[in-house]
């Protein structure tokens, strides 16, 4: 059953008497009523009604001599109002369905992968390549300058040709090639090569959230963006460590291994090939997207 809370009248509104209406129409008093979640806020001239459920703040305006009138609004509103305090909403969305499932599921892989090479990625240059500070600046301006241009010309054109979903898979190819090919270059010049595949790369994330803007209807967009948002930090408080611990270790298991051997090479390539597995999973779960939004 419905039940209902009747807010009486503000007080000092007396619409019989021409001093309260003066006193009324140059003082307006500002009362505030808080039931469980703060669902219903009344100011001077305005009654605010937040729904918690949809995220939607609507505004109805209140004029002066309505004070005398009672308003009543449903009780089940504000307590369902309550669950949004709970920290695990969001959880209990990402696994609502098995195409949010896949779709967050891919984000953390694919976010895994960038965070833990990104992390390695100038180390190993420097170990293997003889990177200078020079050359690691000379690098990240390069990709800075390609991912831009991207950005502005490569992204829009494959927007009007291609679907979200495409150009996720296609970002993540070039994305599992440009990982693989660190464990065959062997000069500088291939290095800065690479950077296009990087770059190409980048559109993978501002995909996503246009896609997930597509997925998702328009009353749980805010919670979709803060999961996805939520699952990058994760994978980006997460993918260091893990990577940072698989290099130190095949480096240290590798140096028990004779300089230019197959095995001291495998333990170079492992964190590598570790983010190149991650890359494949979250091709895989992008491949099980539907085509069109849902």
Not at 91 to 112: A, C, D, K, P, R
Not at 165 to 191: A, G, H, N, P
Request: glycine share 6%.
């Amino acid at each position: 059953h419905t039940h209902l809370i009747e807010i009486p009248p503000l007080k000092g509104s007396n619409s019989n008497s021409s001093n309260g209406e003066n006193s009324n129409n140059n003082n307006y008093e500002r009362s505030s009523l808080i039931r469980k979640s703060s669902s219903r806020v009344f100011d001077q001239k305005h009654y605010h009604s937040v729904d918690h459920r949809d995220r939607d703040i609507r505004t109805q305006t209140v004029h002066p001599h309505s004070y005398n009138d009672s308003v009543v609004f449903d009780a089940e509103e504000i307590e369902e109002g309550d669950q949004w305090r709970n920290p695990f909403i969001p959880l209990q969305f990402i696994f609502s369905t098995g195409v949010y499932t896949n779709l967050f599921g891919m984000v953390f892989l694919e976010q895994l992968a960038v965070w833990g090479v990104a992390e390695i990625a100038l180390l190993y240059l420097m170990d293997v390549l003889a990177f200078t500070r020079q050359d690691n600046i000379e690098f990240l301006f390069l990709f800075g300058v390609v991912s831009c241009l991207v950005m502005l010309f490569l992204l829009p054109a494959l927007l009007r040709v291609m679907k979200e979903r495409d150009i996720i898979i296609f970002s993540l190819i070039f994305y599992m090639v440009y990982v693989l090919l660190f464990c065959f270059v062997t000069q500088r010049w291939q290095v800065f090569c690479m950077v296009v595949f990087f770059s190409i790369s980048s559109m993978t994330y501002p995909t996503i959230r246009s896609l997930v803007s597509q997925m998702v209807d328009h009353r749980k967009f805010g919670l979709a963006q803060g999961c996805l948002l939520g699952v990058n930090n994760l994978a980006a408080g997460i993918g260091p460590l893990i990577f940072g611990v698989l290099f130190g270790s095949f480096n240290w298991l590798g140096s028990s291994f004779s300089q230019g051997s197959w095995g001291a090479w495998l333990c170079r390539i492992a964190p590598f090939a570790f983010a190149s597995i991650c890359v494949c999973f979250a091709l895989i779960l992008a491949l099980r997207l539907p085509i069109d939004s849902i």
